[in-house]
């Protein structure tokens, strides 16, 4: 079973607005070469991630390390087996969970052209306010809860939110919320153009597992 590739919703790539939906992990490689804002890979949610992500409800973590392109599944395995329950690490889906890390990891090291990346993965999410990152690009996935809430542009006030006004004050448009769902793939670019985004309240308040990937030289940037 190849998790990465489960179940994509697009049949082809196609861009409106600064959006780009992906077919596939590898037309993902191509996002450092475009002008978009946020390009998106759509999947579905496994049936047995249910389950093993509701046995991970109680557990709070926060893990942060560098991946390596040859060894991605080693380095996550790694840097999870001495946070996770043994009983957690038993479960049949836990492998397979890795797996797919790894893949997204192997994806990154190729849209930044590296050798390896940073990884943050954890139930810890706390970015309330709306923001841009600040780094060139940066990839999410949220693994089990609320995913990242975005803004498009036009529902956005960027005077509001360069005057460091709360969030009430730059959504101009509460329909214009949008939600990446469980397991979708998202890479935001960063800087004075990019999307506004924050850790919606559900994940604030609730469990969330969410993975975030960054260019080496952007490890240690407040997420």
């Given at each position: ?42 999947r579905?949610?496994p049936?047995e ?14 893990i ?11 380095d ?37 052209q ?41 529902a ?34 960063g ?25 080496n ?7």
């Amino acid at each position: 079973m190849n998790i990465s590739e489960n179940a994509n919703h697009y049949q082809m790539n196609y861009v409106f607005d600064g959006l780009v939906f992906s077919d596939s992990l590898e037309s993902l490689k191509s996002v450092a070469s475009r002008p978009s804002q946020l390009a998106i890979f759509e999947r579905e949610k496994p049936a047995e991630a249910g389950p093993f992500f509701a046995s991970m409800a109680s557990i709070s973590f926060g893990i942060a390390g560098e991946v390596n392109k040859g060894d991605t599944l080693a380095d996550i395995e790694f840097l999870l087996e001495e946070s996770l329950s043994i009983d957690v690490q038993r479960d049949p889906f836990y492998k397979l969970w890795l797996k797919d890390m790894a893949q997204v990891c192997s994806l990154f090291c190729e849209v930044e052209q590296s050798e390896s990346i940073q990884m943050w993965i954890g139930s810890r999410r706390g970015c309330r306010r709306y923001h841009v990152d600040n780094v060139p690009r940066r990839l999410l996935v949220t693994y089990d809860g609320c995913g990242t809430e975005w803004l498009a542009d036009d529902a956005a006030d960027r005077d509001a939110f360069a005057k460091g006004e709360p969030n009430d004050k730059i959504l101009k448009d509460p329909s214009g919320k949008k939600f990446m769902g469980e397991w979708d793939i998202s890479i935001f670019r960063g800087g004075g153009t990019g999307l506004l985004h924050r850790t919606p309240d559900d994940a604030l308040n609730g469990h969330s597992i969410l993975m975030r990937l960054d260019n080496n030289e952007f490890g240690d940037t407040v997420y």
